[in-house]
């Protein structure tokens, strides 16, 4: 008996969960050296508490004992859960959008995987760009399809270009996460209206529109008054997959959804397709007191000034200790370049040797960089200062 040889493959390569392989043996050094004495930037894993609204709908739902409210409900998620989060993608997009255009999910990564199960033929391919969340890859091979990655350029701003010239009759979506994980760059108006009218090119030449998906779970995470550019307006084969996990701090309850723009000339299909995709792959449906959470907090007030302080702080520390570092516009993440070289998996290992933890670049195709989660506590951040300046002071590229 075995194991698949492909997922033994895939999960026995070097780059294969390294982010979770961090956060793992990060456990185990704070065993050994003290909680305080580790400093642990791996896993985008946020930890400030979710709105207080949230806390008391989780409260007050769980007391419920309504019959068979734990009960199933339809494969699209409770009618009155889809209608929050249509209003919801309503007030994000700025067009008008009805609960038949929302699936509810099992997180953003189930909402990708339904959606990519929904759309992807064998052989088809989804073009990325490039560095971007690592677990896109599988996602799109657990469907027959192939990742194209494109490089985007030296500000992290989309290469539209370069985008446009990878696409083929074969492609099925271009994937977009903004702001973006590990970069923190957020896409703007002109961005997307210029990727936009590279699609409808490529559609008229090739009789193939390619799906806009744009993965949003940091939405919410920006700073210094930058606002992610909304895409419904501007181009109508547009998909929004999201979650509650970064913007209510709920990672663990995986509750998100799908928004189809109701201009898509297929919504009602596409619809129907990720709701069969959701029941075929064994979600069944996302998880029910969680719908029933976010339907009636999904506008609760939250706040990521914290975030914003710690991106400070810690920009602060990596410009004393000599780090070169892109300047996040949102989420939570800083990506650094390796000083004199681009073995990231490397500088990573070296990193460990004075406590601190970080995820190599290449998982994120960004060979020669590596990614620091600032979604850790302030005491954290101050107290890695002298672990930073010693590791680069002791350091030879």
């Not at 409260?59 to 409770?78: Q, S, T, V």
């Not at 038949?100 to 088809?124: F, I, R, T, Y």
């Not at 539209?160 to 271009?174: D, F, G, H, N």
């Not at 002109?190 to 090119?201: G, M, Q």
């Amino acid at each position: 008996m075995s194991v698949s040889a492909e997922i033994k493959a895939k999960m026995t390569s070097p780059g294969a969960g390294v982010i979770r392989k961090m956060f793992e043996e990060g456990i185990k050094l704070k065993a050994l050296h003290g909680e305080d004495n580790v400093f642990d930037f791996s896993l985008g894993n946020p930890d400030l508490d979710p709105p207080v609204a949230v806390s008391d709908a989780i409260e007050e739902l769980a007391k419920c004992r309504d019959k068979n409210f734990h009960g199933y409900m339809p494969n699209a998620g409770y009618p009155f859960a889809r209608e929050a989060m249509a209003k919801k993608t309503a007030l994000e997009q700025g067009v008008d959008v009805s609960g038949d255009c929302v699936v509810m999910s099992v997180g953003a990564a189930g909402a990708l995987n339904a959606l990519l199960k929904a759309v992807l033929n064998p052989g088809d391919n989804v073009v990325v760009p490039s560095p971007f969340f690592a677990e896109y890859r599988h996602y799109v091979q657990n469907y027959g399809g192939k990742l194209i990655e494109v490089p985007v350029k030296d500000d992290f701003s989309l290469d539209t270009k370069a985008l446009e010239a990878s696409l083929t009759e074969k492609t099925a979506a271009v994937l977009i996460n903004s702001p973006n994980n590990p970069t923190g760059k957020v896409y703007l108006d002109e961005d997307i209206k210029a990727l936009s009218e590279a699609l409808v090119r490529h559609g008229k030449k090739t009789g193939r529109k390619p799906y806009l998906i744009c993965d949003e779970p940091y939405r919410a995470i920006t700073y210094d008054g930058i606002k992610v550019a909304p895409v419904f307006p501007v181009y109508d084969c547009a998909v929004v997959v999201t979650s509650f996990a970064k913007n209510f701090s709920l990672p663990g309850e995986r509750i998100g959804y799908i928004a189809v723009n109701p201009r898509c000339p297929d919504k009602d299909e596409l619809v129907a397709a990720c709701v069969f995709t959701t029941r075929i792959l064994g979600y069944v449906n996302a998880p029910g007191l969680m719908q029933r959470v976010v339907a009636k907090t999904w506008n609760a007030e939250a706040d990521y000034s914290l975030y914003e302080k710690r991106r400070n702080e810690l920009v602060s520390i990596l410009d004393e200790a000599g780090i070169v570092h892109a300047n996040p516009q949102g989420a939570f993440y800083l990506w650094c370049k390796v000083p004199g070289g681009d073995d990231d998996m490397a500088f990573c290992d070296y990193l460990k040797k004075h406590l601190i933890l970080a995820a190599p670049g290449s998982g994120f195709g960004g060979r020669g960089w590596f990614r620091l989660a600032y979604c850790v506590s302030e005491k954290s951040i101050l107290n890695s200062r002298n672990a930073f300046i010693n590791a680069m002071k002791d350091f030879k590229a």
